[in-house]
């Protein structure tokens, strides 16, 4: 169900990008009658369907070499490099039966959904507080938020590893679990107080004067109703944490312990000419789970992206 | 904002006898463990490293060592280091050209998105799995397609007759800087694309009609009309896009790992490889510090653009 809008925007811009999972088609035809066939084929969908092919072709070319036979890859002349004969799902197989590729992909699952549910935890709290319990200071508080959206993990490694180093979390997945929520926090609150901002006042007015705490307001009214908002939050959070590389690579170092990201960089690169296929195979199944579930909450990842930068 | 009217019930006089009741019964009270949580994480993970990031960059420390301050010798060995303004140099190189093509092929396929085709919503999806997919795997798909005996770009240039021998795409340093900038740039138009396509979305059809009428020719209306209503996330967007591409370490650790002869060393990676792999924690920590009047800089832009606006949707400026 979508948060109900808000009864008076004074900006338009800000209620465009604050309404629960914006429905982004047009259904408007607009002037498009103008544009006859011919001249649409070559100036839409000549263009659109160069840049899908550009944007795709690497997947392709990623899954291609993932079910070649070994032959195949390395013997361009004879085959043609384009297309596949008598696929082959050694790779794979070597992948889930003769690495730790299983463990890692557990590593990175376990890692991001922690992750990420401590940071929707956090920052639900922190958004309900900015918008609506608006102690002194909220404001600030809001924009300081923001700032730290703005932050680059590039700048922060190398003294984190010393602070992860000093906290006895070196090698172990809670560092990531806990250094992850810097990149995902300040996000989702900006995100949530967006949609928190829909919820009509007059509701939580009511609650109180029923008797109800501000937990109670929060977990009974203000949730159910920012559902879509909190969807929106974790499917981008997963993703970014499933994403990220550079603290993994300076806070890990077992090979147990890796993420999928660290691991297919580290693990399989040697100088072996053989090693395409099981490389690809391991960047292809690192991509699927994430790739299955953005298909899956499209709208709400869209939404979460085009919410975060209009707000 | 729309609940500015809302705002004006100030915290109830607080009821109770002693201070600490009196504390208990007011906002603030509530703010600070409603708060609580974020200020944890983000104060001992986020704002903590960044300040002993500045301290770490006046110290000598190395693995395992804490170090002692040594004032602005690490700046100063930098300065005479010519890896160091080379890695300075790429960056800049690096964020200007994949900010600029990001930026204007971005908008490009954000218009085309805008137009009336079949099957919208799910070219859109398709179009932003490049950003979905974890960066460090598709830049090792690309890794592979610059492969400098197996490239499927060489083999395809071959057989067309272009070219004689295989291209040695991340071998050659002009090369290698072009290859990592298409990547980035062929993970970073989704994003900028499909963000703009949100902003195009707003504009009202009826602004284009109008200016059909009066006779304006495609040209003007893009540049009169669409431009201008778009400028603030523009602003936004591509602060996001530069701040993020100028710190980008992944893509290039994956594809090149700084090479050939330190051509493709971006400030994070050379960052990486002096701090972490050499051990060298001081000199890292002082090449990620000269980071940030850059950032400094991307995040003032994004201000000003704010301000336009606030002005522009008839607001005050904040």
Not at chain 1, 166 to 180: E, K, Q, R, T, V
Not at chain 1, 203 to 221: F, H, N, P, T, Y
Request: glycine share 6%; hydrophobic share 55%; proline share 6%.
């Amino acid at each position: 169900m979508r948060a109900p809008s808000p009864p008076a925007h004074a900006d338009p811009t800000l209620s465009a990008a604050t309404v629960a999972p914006a429905p982004l088609t047009d259904n408007s035809e607009g002037m498009a009658y103008l544009d006859k066939l011919p001249r649409r084929i070559v100036t839409v969908y000549l263009p659109l369907l160069v840049i899908l092919a550009v944007l795709l072709f690497p997947f392709y070319w990623m899954a291609l070499t993932a079910i070649k036979p070994d032959e195949q890859l390395i013997d361009m002349e004879r085959y043609n490099p384009f297309f596949v004969v008598s696929p082959t799902l050694k790779h794979i197989q070597k992948l889930l039966f003769e690495t730790q590729y299983p463990r890692w992909l557990w590593n990175t699952m376990y890692v991001s959904v922690a992750a990420t549910a401590l940071s929707l935890f956090a920052s639900v709290l922190a958004a309900y507080a900015c918008v609506r319990v608006r102690y002194r200071g909220a404001s600030w508080v809001g924009a300081a938020i923001f700032l730290a959206y703005l932050v680059p993990p590039s700048i922060l490694f190398i003294p984190l590893a010393t602070i992860i180093q000093a906290y006895g979390l070196y090698d172990s997945p809670l560092s990531l679990i806990l250094a992850y929520p810097t990149i995902l926090i300040p996000f989702s609150t900006w995100l949530l107080m967006g949609y928190f901002k829909t919820i009509p006042y007059e509701l939580e007015e009511c609650a109180l004067m029923d008797g109800a705490s501000r937990w109670q307001i929060l977990v009974k009214i203000i949730l159910p109703l920012a559902f879509p908002g909190l969807i929106s939050a974790g499917i981008f959070s997963l993703t970014l944490c499933w994403n990220e590389f550079i603290y993994a690579l300076t806070f890990l170092s077992s090979t147990q312990n890796k993420t999928v990201p660290i691991a297919v960089v580290s693990e399989f690169v040697d100088g072996d000419i053989y090693r395409w296929g099981s490389l690809m195979a391991g960047a292809l199944l690192g991509s699927l789970p994430l790739v299955i579930l953005y298909s899956f909450f499209v709208e709400y990842y869209v939404s979460a992206l085009t919410g975060a930068v209009k707000e | 904002m729309a609940d500015a009217a809302l705002t004006h019930d100030r915290p109830a006089p607080a009821s109770g006898r002693t201070a600490w009741e009196r504390l208990r019964a007011t906002r603030g009270w509530a703010g600070f463990w409603f708060m609580l949580p974020t200020a944890l994480i983000l104060g001992l993970f986020l704002a903590y490293p960044l300040l002993k990031g500045i301290w770490l960059s006046f110290t000598n420390a190395k693995i395992g060592r804490a170090g002692v301050f040594i004032g602005l010798e690490n700046y100063e060995w930098l300065w005479d280091d010519d890896v160091f303004w080379l890695s300075v140099f790429n960056t800049c190189l690096y964020t200007a050209i994949a900010s600029v093509v990001k930026f204007g092929v971005g908008l490009y396929l954000a218009l085309l998105l805008n137009k009336h085709i079949p099957f919208k919503s799910l070219v859109r999806s398709i179009v932003l799995i490049p950003f979905v997919v974890p960066t460090v795997l598709s830049a090792i798909a690309f890794w592979w397609i610059f492969d400098s005996q197996f490239s499927i770009i060489s083999w395809s240039l071959r057989h067309l007759g272009i070219i004689d021998g295989n291209i040695d795409f991340l071998g050659r340093p002009d090369m290698a800087r072009a290859c990592v900038i298409f990547a980035n740039i062929w993970r970073g138009v989704p994003f900028i694309a499909i963000t703009l396509l949100a902003g195009l979305q707003t504009v009202s059809p009826s602004l284009y009609e109008a200016a059909t009428i009066d006779g304006a020719s495609p040209w003007q209306i893009f540049y009169k009309i669409t431009l201008p209503l778009l400028t603030p996330i523009i602003a936004v967007v591509m602060t996001f896009s530069v701040l993020f591409t100028f710190t980008d370490f992944q893509l290039i650790w994956a594809m090149t790992r700084g090479g050939p002869v330190n051509a493709t060393h971006l400030m994070a990676t050379l960052s990486y490889q002096r701090g972490i792999l050499s051990g060298s924690l001081g000199e890292g920590a002082a090449i990620a510090t000269a980071m940030v009047p850059f950032l400094l800089a991307a995040i003032g832009i994004s201000w000003f653009g704010l301000q336009r606006r606030a002005w522009q949707s008839g607001g005050d400026d904040r």
